[in-house]
Every structure is written in C-alpha cells, then in structure tokens.
C-alpha cells in the first residue's frame, strides 16, 4: 500500500489526503497539538506530534513504509523546522517515490503587476519570501525526488471573503495597480494528486487560478453573491494595517499557472474567485 506522510498535517495537506486514501494510500502526519492529534485520528489518520522544540520521537518508525512525503511546513526566523530537525533523516530515505514542497509565490518578489512564471528569477524582497527560496534549496539538498508547488492565497471552506464579510472582518483594501492571485484548497489538492500520479523530479510548478485580481474587487463581488453589505473602500495609504500584513501589499504580480495545466494536466474546478466563491456560498460556507 503507498503511504504518504505529511509534516503539516493542515488546510491543505488533508484536502489532498481525501483524494489519496481515496486511490488506496495510508496517510500519516504531523501536528503541534494533542487535541488535534486527537481530532485527525478520529478520522482515521496516524499522526505525530511535531513542532520546532519537539522532533518526532521516532523518526524511523513514523516514516517506515513511506513511499510519498510532503511538506507544508513554512520556515520560521531560523529556518526550516523539519529540515533543521530532520534534514540527515530526510537524506537517508530510501523508497521514496515522489516528495513535495509546498512553496510560496512570494519567491518571485515585486513585479509592478507584470506576469511571472517557473523560469522568472526568483528574487523576493521580504523576509519570508528569501526563506522559502532557502527552504526550496533546502529540500532540493536532501537528495529527495522533489517537486516544489509556489501558492498564491489560499481559500477553500472557512477561508474565504464570504466568511471574512459575515465575520465583519472584510476590508476592501485599495491600492492602485495591486492584483494578486489566488486558488482554491481544492485545486491545489488536485495538483498535488496529478503530480504523484506523474512524478517529474526537480519541477516547479505555479498552483494558482486563471485571473488575479485586486483583492477588494474579490471582496465585492463575494457581497454581491451572498448578498451582505459591501464593505466601504479603504486607501491603503491610509488602512491601519500589522506591518506582516502591509509586507504582503509590496509584492504585486500575475502569476502564470501554464506549466499545471500543461504538465499536469489540471482542469481547475475553480478557474477564478467567481466559480469559487459561488460554490462555497451553495456549500453554506
């Protein structure tokens, strides 16, 4: 039976967990807290406890019998938690038929709003966007047969603009020329899926919908939908925003998804914010 293991047993990770215990794979992973430990197991899950003060206990034991190993684990101030607690582990592997590194668009860094995609130069100009590039060097030193996934924003059930309005914590932020792009939790499960299927090691692939768009544009169409009041626009000059938030508003690009579709042969079930959001809202999220 093919095992996929998770660092980050997550939004993400466990959205491509039900494609693959669907194809027959035993899906096992990590997490910081009992009482989630406790959650995922009931949904018959092996889960680990990990986080960067506390390396699995049993390292072998937790990754024996793994064929497919993912990580959506992001790199913190000092690095990345699984690389620096089990990066010689990780060489040592053997059997490994396909590993996967969930990335970030923010490698790219600010491109004015111009179009980006696999072969533009990475060059990011916050914090977090250099260490996920070091992370993605990281991961390639393993020896691992890898494919890096770069994200754009992340929505799915519970995350997203529908959510945010009837939370009252939508703000339709406007800053001249600032798109981004984004895709839906169950795209990227899709992706994923497709690559164990096929596995290119040493690929990169941009995971992300068909249009990027300004985010108070996404905001306002999402209250057209379900039918709440639009926020009031609000210049960003003038939002009261964390400066880790603010850090996300210097970046602003389109990101190209052509290599997905072509190699990987994804059909978006959600190809902009438009299909997404609709069905999200006749889900009840």
Request: with cysteine.
């Amino acid at each position: 039976m093919p095992r996929l293991f998770c660092f980050g047993l997550g939004y993400t990770a466990l959205a491509l967990a039900e494609i693959v215990r669907a194809r027959g794979f035993s899906v096992a992973g990590t997490v910081r807290s009992p009482e989630k430990a406790d959650r995922l197991r009931a949904r018959g899950l092996e889960v680990h406890l990990m986080d960067r003060d506390r390396p699995l206990a049993d390292f072998g034991a937790a990754l024996a019998g793994a064929s497919h190993i993912l990580s959506t684990v992001p790199p913190d101030a000092a690095g990345d938690p699984v690389l620096d607690l089990h990066g010689a582990d990780l060489a040592r592997l053997r059997g490994i038929e396909w590993a996967g590194y969930l990335s970030t668009t923010g490698v790219y860094g600010d491109r004015g709003g111009d179009w980006v995609d696999e072969e533009s130069p990475l060059a990011p100009v916050s914090d977090r966007g250099q260490r996920r590039v070091a992370a993605e060097a990281g991961w390639a030193a393993t020896g691992l047969p890898l494919h890096v996934f770069r994200l754009p924003g992340i929505y799915g059930p519970g995350r997203n603009a529908i959510a945010q309005l009837r939370a009252g914590t939508a703000r339709a932020i406007v800053k001249e020329g600032q798109v981004f792009s984004r895709i839906h939790v169950d795209d990227i499960a899709a992706a994923l899926a497709a690559s164990i299927a096929a596995p290119n090691p040493g690929r990169a692939y941009n995971i992300c919908d068909d249009e990027p768009a300004p985010p108070w544009a996404v905001i306002e169409h999402a209250a057209d939908l379900a039918g709440l009041p639009r926020p009031p626009r609000v210049d960003f000059e003038a939002a009261d925003l964390s400066p880790m938030a603010r850090s996300f508003w210097g970046e602003s690009k389109r990101v190209s998804n052509r290599r997905m579709r072509a190699e990987l042969g994804v059909t978006l079930a959600y190809p902009t914010y438009r299909e997404g959001l609709a069905a999200l809202l006749a889900a009840g999220a």
